[in-house]
């Protein structure tokens, strides 16, 4: 936990400003000349001892001493110092699960139409024409008024009922300066010049409902951006009653005073200013990637830091996520100032060195107040303590800012259904060569595949303005499309298709891509026959046809079971036991195909496998065929008529298996033809009978 340091107080304290009046001339040119002709050491001691010196050093010191004593902070310890906030009001951070949530898990998303929803929210919004008061510069005003004060150039204050612009308090004007109404179009032309650094730099450029956000910003309505981003995100009271007495109708804001109406009810006529806040945090991404990256300060005044800020968490890190935006200055004076403690309880100033990523946004050019050189951060910025150090009554806090980089720009926002299509088309033509990977077909007629497909999704898919994918029913039918022109450039059909293009000895060794797509289509199953019947032996086993036939969709079922039935009958006897218990199929097809497969079976090796035939409730699942190859090889076999063949025979023609025609009769010379064996009359009377 970091202590008090003498060398670290002493730093803040300027001192090196006084050495600088004893030495300064009328410029750094010609202090530079006067160092460099000093003669001797004497001469610098003589400058450095005279009585102006030395009085402003014991000054100094003597001043920051007593506000050190007054502070009472003589070990300076972490926890010390936290305990001069007590009875501060606390602020309230978040922590990393809200920052990866970004803006959007905040306050939603923004209308595709901005600048209509902007001035909805600022006109015809629930607290619209409800007066607020600001606590820095005291402006009273209204949501409405502040809107006009941005936008309407050719509204006057007589139009409002009002004798001039809402302007700083009496009390303030001492400290601050007025603020300054920018006409609209003098920030459009300022902006052109951060436009074309942006343009250079390959960024998206400043677009005009972003600029009239930011600057209304500057102006009394942060209090109500920031009220909604602090409240919807926290339980503390305080806020929350901020949030509500800001952005609610006055009656809701009454009843949730005195307890009548609940948070939860309170939310449901708050107005969020979701379009503005996400117009101004689209501006501060833009605008931060021209900021130089400087040291910025933030001062907090009569607030105190959760225990967060002082006390590692368990992986030794100090901080939190701010929720709304925060606003820093390039003058340390400024914050200092800001932040100054009443010795009872001491101000806070966060300093950061700003970095290559984490940056924030130069908004003085288009600021109502230019004077406090606002370098603004957005919402979500993550805050991680580096150091703690006292400086009289406030405490410096040495920080390093993380921006957040889930939160996007207007256009990625909008544009987010339009860019999930476009990357998912991107992907859709990276996925071709994968598709094809394996199939033998060239890698030039893949690439053309690729490029046609490409060219056909730009066409039909991504040629709609990227907005046009935020309606719902666009959306669906675009992903469609992507869908079906994907299945006309890789499917099953594409795929054989360009495969039968392959010499033969080429589709042998590639035989095992069109096995992928038995099922699919009819085509894997033609060019597989075709092969020579050693070869499509050996890929039905490689291929693991058996599991195959076992496979869930009964398409694949079917499409395998027709494959073996080109095998050779003495290797087709091998799949017969893998083949059997199909013939219980609950799928017609599947059966009807395996049927068609034992029809080329040897008869002498049907006759083996009689008993399958015919199912647990006596039913028969048998092809015509295959009931006269039953006869034929009950013969064969020396066993002649059996019974089994009979109703084989008799019950394949009362059912008419496979579509072929029933009939009612099974005359005995067509037994004796169709089966090419010898029946006896004794037979051919049980059959027919």
């Not at 005195?258 to 449901?268: F, R």
Request: some cysteine.
């Amino acid at each position: 936990m970091a202590q008090w340091r003498l060398l670290t107080w002493l730093q803040g304290l300027d001192l090196h400003r006084i050495v600088a009046s004893a030495l300064e001339k009328d410029s750094d040119a010609a202090s530079h000349v006067f160092l460099c002709g000093l003669r001797s050491r004497g001469e610098l001691t003589q400058l450095l001892q005279s009585k102006v010196v030395f009085e402003s050093l014991v000054n100094v010191l003597w001043t920051h001493v007593g506000e050190l004593q007054q502070a009472g902070t003589a070990d300076g310890s972490d926890d010390r110092i936290a305990s001069k906030f007590s009875g501060a009001v606390e602020l309230s951070y978040s922590g990393l699960d809200t920052f990866f949530n970004g803006l959007e898990g905040v306050v939603g998303a923004p209308s595709p139409n901005v600048y209509d929803s902007m001035a909805t929210e600022h006109v015809n919004g629930p607290d619209s024409v409800k007066q607020f008061v600001t606590g820095n510069y005291g402006i009273q005003t209204t949501s409405q008024i502040e809107w006009l004060y941005v936008v309407g150039e050719g509204v006057s204050c007589d139009q409002l009922g009002l004798t001039c612009w809402p302007k700083e308090s009496e009390e303030k004007l001492a400290i601050h300066h007025h603020r300054t109404r920018r006409p609209l179009a003098n920030i459009q032309r300022a902006a052109e010049t951060r436009n074309e650094q942006l343009r250079r730099a390959g960024h998206l450029l400043l677009i005009t409902e972003e600029l009239i956000s930011a600057n209304m910003y500057t102006g009394p309505l942060f209090v109500k951006y920031n009220a909604v981003l602090r409240g919807l995100q926290t339980d503390v009271p305080f806020l929350l009653s901020t949030m509500v007495s800001l952005c609610c109708p006055e009656a809701v804001a009454r009843g949730y005073a005195v307890g009548s109406v609940t948070i939860d009810e309170a939310k449901s006529s708050l107005n969020t200013y979701t379009t503005t806040l996400h117009a101004i945090n689209s501006a501060v991404i833009k605008l931060g990637k021209l900021t130089k990256a400087t040291k910025v300060y933030r001062g907090i005044a009569g607030m105190a830091l959760p225990a967060e800020f002082w006390t590692p968490n368990e992986v030794g890190v100090r901080g939190g996520v701010e929720n709304a935006f925060m606003s820093t200055t390039l003058e340390r004076d400024v914050a200092l100032g800001y932040a100054q403690g009443d010795g009872i309880r001491m101000g806070i100033v966060l300093e950061a060195q700003q970095g290559m990523v984490s940056r924030g946004a130069d908004i003085t050019w288009l600021s109502q107040y230019a004077h406090e050189r606002e370098i603004l951060f957005g919402p979500l910025t993550g805050i991680e303590v580096l150091s703690i150090r006292m400086e009289g009554s406030v405490v410096i806090i040495e920080c390093a800012f993380s921006v957040c980089l889930v939160t996007r720009t207007l256009e990625q926002v909008l544009n987010k259904r339009h860019g999930l299509v476009k990357e998912m088309g991107n992907n859709i033509v990276l996925e071709v060569p994968a598709a094809m990977q394996g199939t033998g077909i060239n890698a030039d007629t893949v690439g053309d595949i690729a490029a046609e497909l490409e060219q056909e999704l730009a066409v039909k898919v991504l040629h709609s303005e990227a907005t046009a994918f935020n309606d719902d029913s666009h959306f669906v039918h675009a992903v469609q499309m992507m869908m079906k022109l994907k299945h006309e450039a890789v499917g099953a059909k594409r795929v054989l298709t360009e495969m039968q293009k392959l010499d033969p000895g080429v589709l042998v060794c590639h035989a095992a891509a069109v096995v992928a797509r038995l099922g699919q289509e009819d085509m894997a199953i033609e060019m597989l026959a075709r092969l020579p019947k050693g070869d499509l032996a050996h890929i039905c086993k490689e291929c693991l046809f058996q599991k195959m036939l076992a496979d869930e969709e009964p398409q694949v079922r079917a499409a395998t079971a027709r494959v073996l039935s080109h095998l050779d009958t003495n290797v087709l006897a091998d799949w017969a036991p893998s083949l059997m218990p199909l013939l219980c199929d609950p799928s017609e097809s599947v059966e009807c195909s395996v049927l068609d497969t034992l029809s080329n079976m040897a008869p002498a090796d049907l006759v083996e496998y009689e008993d399958s035939f015919f199912c647990t409730n006596g039913g028969c699942r048998i092809s015509w065929l295959s009931a006269c190859s039953l006869c034929q090889g009950a013969v064969q076999a020396g066993r002649p008529s059996t019974a089994g063949s009979i109703r084989a025979i008799r019950c394949a023609d009362r059912r008419g298996i496979c579509g072929r025609p029933k009939r009612k009769w099974l005359s005995h010379s067509w037994c004796r033809t169709r089966a090419g064996v010898p029946i006896t009359e004794c037979t051919a009377a049980c059959i027919c009978r």
